[in-house]
């Protein structure tokens, strides 16, 4: 099981970044699905979860202007109003059969 986030960058403050999640399987197969990321010098932290039911959690610090979705094929998170403290690598995960797979981050610097 393979999966791969891309669409990072740098955008000013304010600004929007729609990041994607492609995975080796259909997104319907994981039981779950998440957004974290990784500032520099600290700890990865979750952004925002997706259950095979549809149903949405995100962090405070993000709630109201992240937005995570789906298709057949990808994983979105949808990012608005972006802060300098949103600046770190943000990876995907999805729990199948039991395991977490994990993809390859994809790094987004907000400037101020």
């Known amino acids: 099981v393979q999966l791969q986030a891309f669409g990072g960058g740098l955008v000013q403050a304010g600004g929007s970044l729609r990041l994607s999640c492609t995975t080796s399987?259909?997104?319907?197969?994981?039981?779950?699905m998440g957004w974290y990321r990784q500032a520099p010098g600290k700890q990865r932290a979750l952004v925002a979860t997706l259950t095979d039911g549809g149903s949405t959690g995100y962090a405070d610090s993000v709630k109201g202007r992240f937005t995570v979705s789906r298709d057949n094929a990808n994983l979105y998170l949808q990012m608005n109003a972006l802060k300098p403290e949103d600046t770190a690598v943000y990876s995907c995960?999805?729990?199948?059969?039991?395991?977490?797979?994990w993809g390859q981050g994809t790094k987004v610097t907000v400037s101020s």
């Open positions: 399987l259909s997104i319907f197969s994981f039981d779950y």
């Open positions: 995960s999805g729990l199948y059969r039991g395991r977490i797979y």
